[in-house]
């Protein structure tokens, strides 16, 4: 096992009545003025948006507002937030939505604090120092960027998805009311459940021999999630559901799961380069890869799989435990709506062209590798692209 | 299920190498002078006290230190160290040792920063409103005050163990070192593995119908415990097994496995008048409590006793499976060398005056109740100290 830091300093505000208690988590993490930083229209008309408002209108704290947050969020309106908070003299920002808002609301935080261009921090030119303080709302359970160190951003012009890893970025508190998680459709419930889950297998595929404690509380997350996650589709407005899936969300990535152990995240790049060059939803993305990376990376140490496929997907043991949980895995996420191949995933095979663009911007034009538990270059990443385009 | 707070926020730096960042830690957390707050001689003669003076030293940062912490420790040293911080102008504590020298280092830290006398926060007649800052070098995983909110201390003139609990006292860091665990005896490494499962138990058995996720997590953390546990017990200086135990017992007590859920804590309320009467270890205490508790509450909801013998015991489900994880559980104590009853604890059974004491201390002469999966007032006490001494 390796050494490691935990550090999850994020306070958790959970249940019906934690949208009562923003006004004075802004004032606990000194907030002046606040950027109140959204998406679209739905956190609007849900009421959500006009409510905070108002509740910083009541207590006197001053703020800006920037709606626009799209899926794979765009430099373009970091850049805009970063202007907009100097110029408006905004100390504090507030994330209400998803991982989308979050990561963006974290680039502006970011940006706020640095005197270059904040995406040095995304193209390996330089290291945050420091960043603005972030509070979240959380409406859509999957990133787990509400308390992760994580922050991925895409830059249109470049065609580039790129994150950056720091605990400055880590969220001074979260906000979770499952029941904003109510009118989630199917699509997008799945697409979290699928994206909570990979964070946690991203761990647990590493090349270490982790703690026995960090393999039993993955395990334990990950079969939860995909149990939790089925009974969820067609339960779409269980409370207790909705809140085990949303807080599964936060732990599946702050950590917890990996403690001791190098992650993957293999699967990760290799889907950024997708959603970057389709526009699908991330967690789709994923579904669509995850099958086809497991079976090209199994011969590195089939145990890992079998462990997997018996305690996580409960395959009876046997020789052929391994393959079979990876069938199995491929089932539940039929059976949840989401695609496992590039073609379902788009709708038509990719052509040979966008393939060789995948695996030219995954491996940085080959001068990159991906993966711990198998270290992919640009020829074994056109391997796995090419398997998944079947 | 219930809604909930979570923070964590204390930075855990883990590993072999974890001591050489104590003086980077403390910078961090703006230490100006360091009281190294410890125990008996161990830690001296380990080296490990002298080799932090050195590294104090080396960087320049002040330090006074305070030794002589006994488990169940003591107010009267809390009140020294509190005189001697104000004193000296000690802003930060370094406990180094076990939960006693961390619970005595957060009662110092509590009364530097309160005008009043620190046991009004024990004895219910104030509530913290602010603590010094805390940090610590962990050398016995048990108590989980690494990473929780709790501080129990002992008033030996008035015969009360009290605890009290506040984010206040959350401490900043926790440098945990494996291989500082190697030397612990096999007793008190027993001890440390009942009391970090208890913390979880305590948490799994509820009023409430919790979160999918957090019963996942409570049962696998509980489990792979009991099983890497019994492990250590013939192979102690194996590294993996020290460190999976060390981290489990942080994750028992942080909050983790009771998210969405009241705790009942019955036990160690009981156990706390077993310790201070007789000064018996606390997991000791606990494991000659626990399985009578057990008998005595299941009525309630065997269903949750079913639960916990077939995925946390691995006994075979079936009409009888609830009493016989109770009895796994009895047979487990035993094999790791725990008592099961008073008279095992002790020596010899606790005389009848003996057992009122207890009863009366416990609740707080019949006008206190503890526990929450079954309320116990002072008669239900008696019948479990009872049921323990035969």
Not at 49 to 77: C, F, R, T, Y
Not at 236 to 246: D, G, H, V
């Amino acid at each position: 096992m390796q050494d490691f830091v935990y550090y999850t300093p994020t306070e958790v505000v959970f249940g019906r009545e934690s949208e009562e208690r923003i006004v004075p988590l802004l004032k606990k993490y000194g907030a002046g003025k606040v950027l109140i930083h959204y998406g679209g229209g739905s956190a609007v008309r849900s009421g959500l948006i006009p409510k905070i408002k108002a509740m910083l209108d009541s207590a006197g704290i001053p703020w800006a507002e920037l709606g626009g947050v799209v899926p794979n969020p765009h430099l373009s309106l970091v850049y805009e937030g970063i202007e907009l908070c100097k110029r408006e003299g905004v100390d504090f920002i507030l994330a209400v939505g998803g991982g989308s808002v979050i990561d963006s609301a974290k680039g502006i935080a970011y940006g706020i604090c640095y005197a270059g261009d904040v995406w040095d921090f995304f193209d390996g030119k330089a290291v945050p120092a420091a960043s603005a303080p972030v509070g979240v709302v959380l409406t859509i359970p999957a990133s787990g960027s509400e308390m992760s160190d994580s922050c991925v951003l895409t830059n249109t012009e470049k065609g580039q998805k790129r994150g950056c890893n720091s605990n400055f970025c880590r969220c001074r508190f979260a906000v979770m009311n499952p029941e904003r998680t109510f009118t989630l459709p199917p699509y997008q419930t799945a697409c979290g459940v699928t994206d909570i889950m990979m964070h946690s297998m991203e761990r647990y595929f590493t090349p270490d021999s982790p703690m026995a404690i960090t393999d039993a509380l993955c395990e334990a997350l990950i079969r939860d999630v995909r149990i939790t996650g089925e009974r969820l589709m067609s339960d779409p407005e269980n409370y207790e559901l909705r809140a085990s899936i949303m807080w599964a969300g936060s732990l599946a990535h702050n950590g917890l799961t990996g403690c001791g152990a190098r992650f993957d995240f293999g699967t990760h790049r290799l889907e950024h380069e997708l959603s970057t060059l389709f526009g699908v939803a991330h967690g789709a993305g994923l579904a669509a890869l995850w099958c086809h990376w497991a079976e090209y990376v199994m011969p590195v140490n089939p145990e890992r799989f079998r462990n997997f496929a018996v305690r996580v997907m409960d395959v009876p043991d046997g020789p052929a435990a391994a393959q079979q949980g990876i069938e199995a895995m491929r089932a539940f996420y039929r059976r949840i709506g989401m695609p496992v191949s590039i073609p379902e995933l788009i709708g038509r095979k990719a052509t040979e062209e966008e393939i060789s663009i995948l695996a030219d911007r995954c491996s940085r034009g080959g001068t990159f590798a991906v993966g711990n538990f198998k270290v992919l270059h640009r020829e074994e990443m056109l391997d796995i692209y090419h398997k998944a385009n079947e």
